[in-house]
């Protein structure tokens, strides 16, 4: 089975992001509309990072760091793709 078709990658973009922030500690984070924004979790920028509830995506535009709830866990915890599955 390759990883595309892995049952846990439907299973991880089924929960929240913001759940998903919340469960790694991200703290700091405001409610702005459909966006949570703070500091970046990854490179500290303060009022750059900024997760977006509707869309289910997080970005931040001073280190480039985006992508979906499996990229936020590879990001913060340092792990693969497959890894951040688990």
Do not use: W, Y
């Not at 892995?6 to 966006?35: M, T």
């Not at 924004?37 to 997760?51: A, L, N």
């Not at 931040?60 to 599955?85: H, M, N, T, Y």
């Amino acid at each position: 089975m390759s990883a595309r078709d892995d049952h846990r990658i439907q299973d991880a973009r089924k929960r929240a992001i913001e759940k998903v922030a919340e469960l790694l500690d991200i703290r700091d984070l405001k409610r702005a509309g459909r966006e949570m924004v703070g500091p970046c979790p990854m490179c500290g920028g303060t009022d750059r990072f900024s997760i977006n509830t509707q869309k289910q995506l997080f970005n931040c535009r001073k280190c480039g760091a985006a992508g979906d709830q499996i990229k936020l866990v590879e990001l913060v915890r340092g792990l693969s793709f497959i890894a951040a599955l688990d």
